[in-house]
């Protein structure tokens, strides 16, 4: 037996590893599920029921999906151009910082001119903090997967830093976490009375946005040749270094977003734990969306449902949530495999 | 030639076929090599030569058919049981390790597993035995590393004897060879076959199967089309036989030169890694010509190359395009000072495999002439690409065709449009028609006279003497980043610049040469 490579794999052939990725993750869950005395049939259901089972839990799955979408993206344009951006967590606590300076009563404006502010502002902080690592590999060719990566714990610590200093809530009770933004910093939520904000929409824009930079663009075009051949993007003429910097610069904005968005929209302050690793499940939904912009929009919320849903599952039926994390990356290792048997057809001698 | 009818039989191939999915590599091939004899194997790029040599040697296991050595039958996918039988082969691409001395790569692989020790001493004597009975001048303690591509080949073939291979496999060996070294490979083959070897010589070069050959073999898209005692043959005969229909290349009219477009005066760049750059490098590219740079492969032609495509800069020396002296240099400013590039290596530097016949028609153009205020017109794109596609004769199913999916004579032709289209004064074609067919190479040649007629200044860089002889105005030959003065057509033979092309005639080489 040996694996000989598909020239031109069909549509259908290379839609199928999101598929059987997610498939595999199911099967991997269901064992889990079996040796942890749960009957895999009645979890799947706890979870499907938790995640769009009702009208609060559909609400809580599109909020979580929220900052996914946006890390997803972040993480699909950069890996589209072959930067390798690991760095989208501490993007995102730019954005969230960023926000949580400028939104508590330093800028006494309108919403309509304070929130797009932020907005733009957060997005610069993020595109700054990737472009240090940009300019060290177009540079020096220092390995970005190694900077970003490290990037994210010292980023953390300074947020820390900041939480128990300069950004900490005087009547917080000694907990480190930022004062409440005023009411013109907070993105409003959609409908009254639903705790589901204009993030999502944003976000939803930016996945529509991105699709169309990449397929209408010359930066779109850029990017896809940079990342498929950098060398005969070179001799075309292309300024590579230069859109490897505008990609770096577009990744960060997005995923520091995903700040903005969780710190206005949702949480309304800065903490340590507002994103429990979402920079890094931007990685899983990216791939899972074959690093599509409107396929992250659908990855985002199957991540999302699966994890709200798990929460669910497990106090109805008492399996540990943790299921979720390891059907996440169980599906990410099957998408790896996937992708690759998807050019490889195996052949018997 | 008497007595051969009846020499013994050491090799017999019968009804070898072969399949690589869709593509038919040998189909029902059969052949019998005599002892003493010497077979070319000829055939296009592409005609499944290499394919059989491998199936032979026992790298590829033939879906049919099989292979019989000394009579005895070879079990199939087995190097080292075609090796214990005798047979010997010399790839195109060598494999000898650069770090080791020319004695122990020849023995390596030799030892039985688990011996202790080396007989250094009897390995070196049969060495130089082998190495003065057969004409194969190389220095047994010299680094292989250091050697040149010409004693590259000769330790390859003395490892092959050393092993007591009765029959020699050679993979298109003159590819790598100066005219003078070709001269000498076949002085050993002559010796070689005189002491009752036998050898199978791969070629696509009419003129080498006619000097060296017994009888000739002729492959054609995986078929055994003829068989010819080579004495009975011509060169008219086989090249038809090889191509399947008419022949025609491009001829040259003579014309006066126009202006020069582009000029070095004492070039030199920076050398990268192994290959050298250029050291004071004079040529002058006239309008209306045809230059033509000769040299073996890995003499600084990379280094021209990429100097004039825009991605390397001089260190020192003048360089002017039309008169004014080129500043800030890159692939961009080429394309702006109307420079055509098509490129060696049309895979990954020319064409980006996984887009699509529009999105590599436009790659060089896209910004000018496809493209405003940063949005694409694809339309437009996509009609340049179906233009290219009528024009120039690119066989494909259209222009969503991603490209990896063409031939590489259709690739090229895509790329030749794209850089023609521009209508470009300078244009550097950098082995062109290397690995395209004879029917691809004609029509690339035709269209680089074509573009010479109209007054383009045309640089055709390329190892096959051939190639440069018949089509260059002016010849120039490159040898360790060196440049040779210009040769008007018609003024050298061959042989001549040969000589040239081993390093015979440059002035004493800088000192930049003797410190790289």
Known sequence: ?349 | MTGKAQAQTVLRLSHITKHFGALTANDDVSFELKRGEVIALLGENGAGKTTLMNILFGQYTADAGEVEVFGQTLPPGNPRAALDAGVGMVHQHFTLAGNLTVWENIVLGTQALGALRLDAKAAKAKIAALSKRFHLAVDPESKVGRLSVGERQRVEILKALYREARILILDEPTAVLTPQESDALFATLREAVGQGLSVVFISHKLHEVMAISDRTVVLRHGKLVAERATSETSREELAALMVDGEVSAPKIEAMPPGPALMRLAGVSTKGEGRAPGLHAVDLTLHAGQITGLAGVSGNGQKALSDLISGLANPVSGRFEIAGEPVTDWSPRRALARKIGRIPEDRHHTGTIADFDLTENAVLETYARDFARHGWMDWKGARAQAEGLIGTYDVRCPGPDTRIRLLSGGNMQKLILGRVLETAPRIILANQPVRGLDIGAVNYVHGRLAEAREKGAAVLLISEDLDEIMKLSDVIHVISEGRLSPGFARGTMRADELGQWMAGEGFAQPTEAAHAS
């Open chain 1, 1 to 349: 037996m040996r694996l000989e490579p598909i020239a031109d794999p069909s549509l259908a052939r290379r839609l199928l590893p999101p598929v059987l990725a997610i498939a595999g993750s199911f099967l991997v869950a269901s064992l889990l599920a079996l040796i942890a005395g749960g009957n895999p049939l009645a979890v799947f259901g706890a979870i499907i029921k938790g995640a769009v089972g009702s009208k609060f839990a559909l609400l809580e799955t599109l909020n979580r999906a929220t900052p996914l979408i946006f890390t997803g993206l972040a993480v699909a344009v950069a890996f589209r151009a072959k930067l390798w951006n690991i760095g989208a967590e501490a993007q995102l606590y730019a954005g969230a910082v960023v926000t949580a300076v400028l939104g508590t009563g330093v800028l006494q404006w309108p919403a309509a001119l304070l929130l797009p502010t932020i907005a733009i502002l957060s997005m610069l902080a993020g595109a700054l903090l990737l472009l240090g690592p940009a300019l060290l590999k177009t540079r020096l060719g220092v390995d970005e997967v190694v900077t970003t990566l490290l990037l994210n714990f010292i980023f953390l610590l300074f947020v820390s830093y900041l939480l128990e200093g300069p950004l900490k809530d005087p009547m917080g009770m000694g907990w480190p976490k930022s004062p409440r933004l005023i009411e013109e910093a907070r993105l409003p939520r959609i409908v009254e009375g639903l705790r589901l904000h204009w993030g999502f929409v944003l976000a939803l824009i930016a996945a529509v946005a991105l699709w169309i930079i990449n397929t209408r663009t010359t930066l779109g075009f850029e990017m896809r040749a940079v990342g498929q051949n950098a060398e005969a993007a070179r001799f075309a003429g292309m300024p590579v270094t230069g859109v490897i910097l505008k990609t770096a610069l577009l990744s960060g904005g997005l995923a520091a977003l995903a700040g903005f968005s969780e710190v206005s929209g949702l949480k309304g302050s800065l903490t340590l734990d507002i994103s429990p690793g979402y920079g890094y499940t931007g990685i899983v939904v990216a791939m899972l969306a074959l690093l599509h912009p409107l396929g992250v929009v659908a990855a985002a919320l199957f991540v999302a449902a699966i994890f709200v849903g798990a929460n669910a599952m497990s106090r109805a039926l008492d399996v540990p949530t943790y299921l979720a994390d390891i059907m996440l990356a169980s599906a990410l290792l099957m998408m790896v495999l996937a992708i690759l048997l998807t050019k490889f057809r195996v052949v018997r001698d």
